[in-house]
């Protein structure tokens, strides 16, 4: 087993890698799915039904009805493959990342016309401990 | 022979595209960011370009997670435009240069660059938003186009340091096209910006601005830059700029930074669009 990889220091990121990979492949394809007008009128008629034709797990079914966008990376998904979701329920992906960050439309918007999320104190998961916590 | 005159980094942010294709272009939001792009379209309308070689990514449009092709060329002579989940752009389909294309494909894969050939694939918003932001809205594109496709969607997109090699195979290659052609390349992506996850919309405009100044003085020094430092320092999706090094590497070592344009936000994302041209050619 190898070292878990230094990105992951990084806070609130979850970098597609090949552990994400293997673990969000069925839930990302069916994503995928969704690039066809067809299939997204059949999600949008009955999206259990429409959800039984693709091997996730229980938990990405869950995140999927739900509407749980951080759970969803949380178990395998790509946010360039999530966001379809997003866009077949009219959403923009300003309105999903203020979701993900756990804000209302209009705070994130507001930060973003500010001039966006600072790095500063946003840089590293270990840095954020006080020194006493470290090692 | 063929020559590439010119190099264009550009963001590829979808928002940017929709904007266009509403007509929402002089609301308050968008009006600075497009503003800025004016004088790169006289630049680039003047130039009059015959071919673009276009590096950018797909978003789960042409490719999905099924196969994953790090480098890839497109040899056909259209390109269609994909529906990524809302329909198609409402933008002219893309012509191809299929003989430069061949041409390139075989001698970058001779040159040691293993290039995966598409003779079939539309094209997202990665390569489109590029062409809207610098032609604005023709009813058919300029100049043809090659797509040079990168996978930067799941990790690890090749290092910077062999986008920037790809770069000079690409140069070579087209050095090589017996017609004369006048050709253009472009970066596309970045910059900062993080669209997944707690830390959506993180934006480093110091981050930027130095890579934007390194690009143009010292290339080489940026492509040593490691995918957890774009990540951590330009957000999980700002790796995508590892695409600019591609230009960069086509373009000679000393360049003319004829034009730079730095605007947030454009949606969640840092929007930046620089010109280089080759002293070579000048």
């Keep these: ?135 | 022979m063929a020559r590439i005159v010119a190099g264009i980094a550009c963001s590829h942010v979808p928002a940017i595209g929709v904007a266009m294709d509403r007509g929402t272009t002089k609301t308050a939001y968008w009006e600075p960011l497009f503003k800025g792009y004016a004088p790169a379209r006289e630049w680039l309308a003047k130039l009059a370009p015959d071919v673009a070689i276009v590096v950018y990514n797909d978003h789960a449009s042409a490719f999905s997670l099924q196969i994953i092709p790090t480098f890839l060329i497109g040899v056909a002579d259209e390109f269609l435009i994909a529906d990524e989940g809302f329909g198609p752009r409402p933008v002219p389909a893309v012509k191809g240069h299929p003989a430069l294309a061949w041409h390139l494909a075989e001698s970058l894969i001779l040159d040691e660059f293993d290039m995966t050939i598409a003779n079939e694939m539309p094209v997202d918003h990665g390569l489109t938003v590029p062409l809207s932001i610098t032609c604005g809205q023709p009813p058919v594109w300029p100049f043809a186009v090659i797509p040079i496709c990168v996978n930067v969607v799941q990790y690890p997109p090749p290092t910077g340091a062999r986008c920037y090699k790809l770069g000079q195979a690409v140069r070579r290659a087209v050095e090589k096209f017996d017609q004369d052609l006048r050709v253009v390349i472009y970066g596309t992506g970045g910059m900062s910006h993080q669209l997944q996850g707690e830390r959506a919309g993180l934006i480093n405009r110091e981050f930027d601005g130095a890579f934007l100044d390194g690009m143009t003085k010292d290339p080489v020094a940026l492509t040593k830059l490691t995918h957890t430092e774009y990540m951590r320092e330009a957000g999980s999706e700002g790796v995508e700029m590892v695409m600019w090094h591609v230009m960069r590497g086509a373009l000679d070592a000393e360049v003319t930074e004829v034009y730079r344009h730095y605007h947030v936000p454009a949606s969640n994302t840092a929007a930046g669009l620089m010109i280089l041209e080759n002293r070579s050619i000048a």
């Excluded at chain 1, 839930?27 to 059949?42: D, I, P, T, Y």
């Excluded at chain 1, 949008?44 to 034709?53: D, P, T, W």
């Excluded at chain 1, 209009?106 to 001039?115: R, V």
């Design chain 1, 1 to 135: 087993m190898s070292q878990a990889p230094d990105y992951e220091d990084i806070p609130g990121t979850y970098v597609y890698d090949s552990r994400r990979g293997r673990e969000g492949y069925a839930l990302n394809m069916f994503c995928m799915s969704l690039n066809k007008a067809e299939n997204r009128k059949q999600f949008k008629e009955n999206e259990v039904v429409y959800l039984q034709g693709f091997r996730m797990t229980e938990e990405q079914r869950r995140a999927v009805l739900t509407r749980d966008w951080l759970g969803m990376l949380k178990v395998g998904g790509n946010i360039y493959y999530t966001i379809k979701i997003a866009f077949c329920d009219g959403l923009t992906f300003q309105d999903v990342a203020g979701m993900m960050a756990g804000v209302s439309k209009e705070t994130y918007a507001q930060m973003m016309l500010a001039g966006g999320r600072s790095p500063e104190g946003n840089r590293s998961k270990r840095a954020r401990k006080p020194e006493t916590d470290r090692g």
